[in-house]
């Protein structure tokens, strides 16, 4: 297959995920019902629902960035990278369902446990992904740099969300904070842990 050929089927690999990545956004945000009752205080009541659906907005929103960045360095369309690709997508489409779950049920010990694990399902879909990208792609020494940085990265928040599971036990909101932790470390182009890794080679 011609390279302008390859190029096109990445391309729509990253425009199919665009797609299913929207609509992932659009079914988290129909979940925000709005309150029979008029009146701030009843929209207040609701702090629990916003809050859940501003964690996972920005979750989906980091995916779909990254998704973007990671498919900038493959340069074929394999059968790995399409299966990959759809069990990243398959894990993010869990996300809407675990941010009404725990926005209903006020943070409690079981959501917030079933919400680190529907955050775990795509990142497991998302290492897998870029080590196909990362073996089959571009292998100039930018791409081998970024892959091991946000390869890193991957391994750290997995790390971070069984952490977190692990302390819902003792508090759902040392769960919530190990969320909130992992979003924030991707966020931040430079951390403290960026530069441990970086010293360490």
């Known amino acids: 297959m011609a390279e302008g050929e390859e190029g ?10 665009d797609g299913v990545i929207a609509i992932i956004i659009t079914i ?25 659906y501003v964690l996972s907005y920005v979750y989906v929103g980091l995916y779909w960035g990254n998704h973007h960045r990671l498919l900038g360095h493959a340069r074929s ?22 941010t009404a779950y725990l926005g209903e049920h006020e943070f409690s010990r079981t959501a917030t446990q079933v919400y680190l694990v529907t955050l775990i399902l795509p990142s497991l879909g998302y290492v897998w992904l870029q080590k196909v990208i990362a073996r089959t792609g571009a292998q100039h020494e930018r791409a081998r740099d970024y892959h091991v940085q946000t390869t890193r990265k991957g391994y750290f928040a997995m ?27 991707w966020i931040v182009p430079q951390t403290p842990l960026d530069r441990l890794f970086a010293r360490r080679g």
Not at 30 to 50: A, C, N, Q, R, T
Not at 169 to 184: E, K, N, R, T, Y
């Open 8 to 17: 096109q089927g990445v391309s729509r690999v990253e425009a199919f995920s």
């Open 28 to 52: 988290m945000v129909l979940e925000l019902k709005v309150p029979v009752e008029d009146g701030i205080s009843h929209i207040l009541s609701m702090w629990h629902l916003f809050l859940a």
């Open 77 to 98: 369309v394999t059968n790995g990278l399409i299966w990959s690709n759809l069990a990243l997508l398959f894990g993010l489409s869990l996300v809407p369902f675990g």
């Open 159 to 185: 790390a971070v969300y069984i952490g977190g599971l692990a302390l819902t036990f003792v508090s759902p909101w040392l769960g919530i904070a190990c969320a909130a932790l992992v979003a924030l470390f």
